[in-house]
Nanobody
């Protein structure tokens, strides 16, 4: 099983980034996909999630209206479009695949830094 994140980097406040996660080694369409983040000195938190078919999404209150999660079940990828980035969005972002009772997989993370 592999989850490989990409797209992180340094961006100025108000800027945008698009994170991607490429999945392999499991039946992607059977899993909900989520993005979590962990800032220095803080606990890991759920940022956004999307159901297995893409029909349902959830977002943390802190990112609603700014972030959009999407998935492509034909390409086994999940993305997180992040707009209007703020310094408090600085964190390591992790891709997570979850199917309760079956599997719970994590990527290695990608760093996002928002700073002027």
């Amino acid at each position: 099983v592999q989850l490989v994140e990409s797209g992180g980097g340094l961006v100025q406040p108000g800027g945008s980034l698009r994170l991607s996660c490429a999945a392999s080694g499991f039946t992607f369409i059977g899993y909900a996909m989520r993005w979590h983040r962990q800032a220095p000195g803080k606990e890991r938190e759920l940022v956004a999630g999307i159901g297995s078919t893409g029909g349902s999404t959830v977002y943390a209150d802190s990112v609603k209206g700014r972030f959009t999660i999407s998935r492509d079940n034909a390409k086994n990828t999940v993305s997180l479009l992040m707009n209007s980035l703020k310094p408090e969005d600085t964190a390591v972002y992790y891709c997570n695949a979850l199917r309760r009772g079956v599997g719970d997989y994590w990527g290695q993370g990608t760093q996002v830094a928002v700073s002027s």
